[in-house]
């Protein structure tokens, strides 16, 4: 229950237009910046406090952040309520980064059940993907015809995430392990990296976090450009359509995890993984096509197959007292390699076609990537 009410996102289809209808295209893209800039600050802090002073106490902090985030956006009539939403909304995010599942390993690790760490995280991400789908379809609905009510839909749902949060507790046996200062922290998972096989999951996670954004980036232009010919006036309709169905194909394939990597590895599932964002991503460079538009609701197979293994791989090679921390660190790194990949596609923009020019160069980046990726092995354990 605690992933799906985290997943009741009622304004995922409506954001964009919300923060355009108060502050125009220039402040909305001002509003993306400060939550980017807020997250990347705010990540590694909070995975350390994770460490330090407790899982619960950090989930239920991010729970009270996104109440007020979401109360924020509910009354803002400017930029500056606005801004001061989008720094809570990044703080939630980034304070539950790496804590709901490291939470979750602990859990099991003191019950002696460890061993179904990947087929619980993959019920949880199934669960998580099930509450997008459906919030989306509310929310569509919903910001139709009233969209500041999405936010008072998804403020309901933070408050009893933070119900949920504030009557969890972190395992008894796991209280008395805290981390050290922050800056030993560092020091000690730089040193865990020299393990190589945690050093080839960590090198996944980064690829897999940029190649997995970049369909997520064009799609809502592609869709408007590829559909939007057809059915122009429905366009904001499709695409909260399409949302609701990508999630819903994602909840699926979650649950499939884990039998997926009984059958091709683990390595298989990171490539199959790979392969189909640099699949998506070479299609639509090379059509446009409602059709394509269609395939795009599967670009959620990919994270719902592989993020499970790889959590799965990454837990038992990292320390209770700096699992968080690690998670942090590796998802802040994920970030801004995105953010690198964003400014070279911006460098590459063809004026005739920008869009075009944009998706052709990250279909080449991908196919580049995933092959030389490709070439390494998974080191053993």
């Known amino acids: 229950m605690f992933a799906f009410s985290l997943g009741c996102l009622f304004w995922q289809p409506v954001f964009f237009l919300y923060f355009t209808e108060l502050v125009g295209v ?21 995975g350390y406090l994770s460490d330090r002073y407790g899982r619960t106490k950090v989930l ?46 602990d859990a099991l690790k003191c019950a002696g059940q460890e061993v179904e760490y990947e087929k619980r995280e993959a019920n949880a991400a199934a669960n998580s993907f099930a509450a997008l789908a459906i919030s989306a379809a509310v929310g569509g609905v919903v910001g139709s015809f009233w969209m500041k009510g999405v936010f008072l839909l998804s403020a309901g749902a933070s408050v009893f995430t933070a119900v949920m949060a504030g009557r969890m507790s972190d395992p008894v046996q796991c209280r008395s392990i805290k981390a050290p200062d922050i800056f030993q922290q560092i020091r000690n998972i730089r040193l865990r990296l020299k393990n190589h096989r945690l050093l080839y999951l960590f090198g996944f996670s980064l690829l897999f976090t940029v190649l997995n954004h970049l369909p997520y980036e064009f799609y809502q232009p592609y869709l408007s450009v590829s559909a939007g010919t057809i059915f122009p006036s429905a366009v904001p309709a499709l695409a909260g359509i399409h949302l609701c169905a990508t999630m819903a194909v994602g ?6 995890s884990p039998r997926m990597r009984k059958r091709f590895g683990r390595k298989g599932v990171f490539l199959i993984s790979l392969w189909l964002q640099a699949g998506l ?9 409602p059709i394509v538009a269609v395939l795009l609701m599967s670009r959620s197979v990919s994270r719902a197959l592989c993020m499970p293994v790889l959590l799965s791989g990454i837990a038992p090679l990292i320390e209770r007292s700096e699992r968080a921390t690690f998670l942090s660190i590796q998802s802040l790194f994920g970030r801004l390699a995105f953010g690198a990949v964003l400014l070279l596609l911006s460098g590459a923009l063809s004026a005739a076609d920008p869009l075009f020019s944009a998706i ?11 092959g030389v990726f490709s070439m390494f092995k998974l080191p053993r354990a």
């Open 26 to 46: 220039a402040g909305a893209l001002r509003l993306e910046a400060v939550y980017y800039i807020s997250v990347v600050i705010l990540e590694i802090p909070s």
């Open 60 to 105: 239920f902090s991010a729970a009270i952040f996104f109440v007020m985030a979401h109360l924020c956006f509910f009354m803002a009539d400017g930029i500056a309520v606005l801004a001061i939403a989008q720094v809570c909304l990044a703080a939630g995010f980034a304070f539950i980064s790496g804590s709901d599942t490291a939470l979750h390993y």
């Open 251 to 256: 909840a699926f394939f979650s649950r499939h």
């Open 281 to 289: 991503l070479v299609s639509m460079a090379v059509w446009v096509h």
């Open 360 to 370: 052709i160069t990250a279909a080449v980046i991908a196919l580049i990537c995933t």
